[in-house]
């Protein structure tokens, strides 16, 4: 399957900034998919990255908060804007490869977010 | 409304086998896939079922049965290793949706 690389790994920011988190697939997939999981929590998606177009952002995300982008088949960035403690959570990118969109979907390893 | 049900915690010993229920009601259903997550790690893809049945992968097996929205996760020979917390989702009109997720306990 495709190889997720995720960076950063992990961060520690202060609130009020900005953080850019990039993923990268080495090879072109379908559909991009970003999620956030807090602690202890199950997976919530932000929204789904369109290839060329906006995304499609999950019900109480918004683009002026998370903006992302999807300028090829295998490169997408979040960015978490305006960063406060309730921000704090795992940031997981995951992609679907082949052409049927109901198929699994695979995840990078995750940016861990904290935010003082 | 979606849901997926799945039990919060299970305790099992070493090297005994174990099995992780999962009831779903969704509006759409296209299959249903499990995924492992170690403390602090990213979801790893386990196993997808789209139809009824049982599939198998080494240790680990799955079971589906459309008519009862229902399906399982079958741990056998369990290991030290596989502590670990295990979701439930449903592939549903392109989306995932998730179940809260079941942290299995191992002991010696």
């Known amino acids: 399957s495709a190889v997720i690389s995720q960076k950063p790994s992990r961060d520690i920011c202060q609130r009020g900034t900005s953080l850019t988190i990039q993923c990268q697939v080495d090879?072109?997939?379908?559909?991009m998919f970003w999620y956030r999981q807090q602690p202890g929590q199950s997976l919530t998606l932000i929204a789904t990255?369109?290839?060329?177009?906006?995304?499609?952002?999950e019900s109480g995300f918004v683009i002026d908060k998370f903006p992302i982008s999807r300028p090829n088949l295998t490169f997408s960035t979040l960015t978490v804007s305006n960063m406060s403690p309730e921000d704090s959570s795992i940031y997981l990118c995951s992609v679907i490869e082949g052409p049927d969109s109901n198929q699994p979907q695979h995840f990078g390893d995750g940016t861990r977010l904290s935010i003082l | 409304g979606q849901s997926l049900e799945q039990p919060s915690e299970v305790t099992a010993v070493e090297g005994a086998i174990v099995q992780i229920n999962c009831t779903y009601q969704?509006?759409?259903?296209?299959?249903l896939s499990w995924y492992q997550q170690h403390d602090g790690g990213a979801p790893t893809f386990l196993s997808y079922?789209?139809l009824d049945g049982l599939e198998e992968t080494g240790r680990f097996s799955s079971f589906l049965s459309r008519s009862d929205s229902y399906g399982y996760l079958l741990l056998q020979e369990l290991q030290m290793k596989d502590s670990a917390s295990y979701f439930c989702a449903v592939n549903s009109n392109y989306q995932l949706i998730w179940g809260a997720g079941t942290k299995l306990i191992i002991k010696p």
């Open positions: 990255a369109n290839q060329g177009s906006e995304a499609t952002y």
């Open positions: 090879s072109q997939v379908t559909m």
């Open positions: 969704t509006s759409g259903f296209y299959g």
């Open positions: 079922n789209a």
